[in-house]
């Protein structure tokens, strides 16, 4: 059962933005997001690895960053919505890749993540 579901994907040209959310797939489940102690997100660029961005304390709000996101990406929550955001601002086209948001990703390891949305895909083109 997918616990996650990202959106927002899309095409966009160099130096634009993007914002990323994810919810869970049913609207009617409340709360959901308090579930988890963290939740974050993933890249996956075609043929290179699973790298990771992004991750927020989901009852804190503190988020952390990986080299890959620091200064251009930013995550937060709102837990009224049940929502975790992606702000993805000055896209460059290394940052073309299918993006997953995922829960326990405060090591950034794939390996310990709990749960995983479907993705979405962000092309950045001209």
């Known amino acids: 059962q997918v616990q996650l579901a990202e959106s927002g994907g899309g095409l966009v040209q160099p130096g634009g933005s993007l914002r990323l959310p994810c919810a869970a797939p049913?609207?009617?489940?409340?709360?959901?997001?308090?579930?988890?102690?963290?939740i974050g997100w993933f890249r996956q660029a075609p043929g290179k690895q699973c790298e990771g961005l992004a991750c927020?304390?989901?009852?804190?709000?503190?988020?952390t960053y990986t080299a890959s996101a620091e200064g251009r990406f930013t995550t937060s929550r709102d837990k009224v919505n049940n929502t975790v955001y992606l702000q993805m601002d000055r896209l460059q086209p290394e940052d073309t890749a299918v993006y997953y948001c995922?829960?326990?990703?405060?090591?950034?390891?794939?390996?310990?993540?709990?749960?995983w949305g479907q993705g979405t895909q962000v092309t950045v083109s001209s």
């Open positions: 995922a829960t326990d990703c405060e090591l950034f390891v794939r390996a310990l993540v709990g749960s």
């Open positions: 927020i304390g989901v009852r804190e709000g503190r988020p």
């Open positions: 049913d609207p009617a489940r409340t709360g959901f997001i308090l579930l988890y102690d963290t």
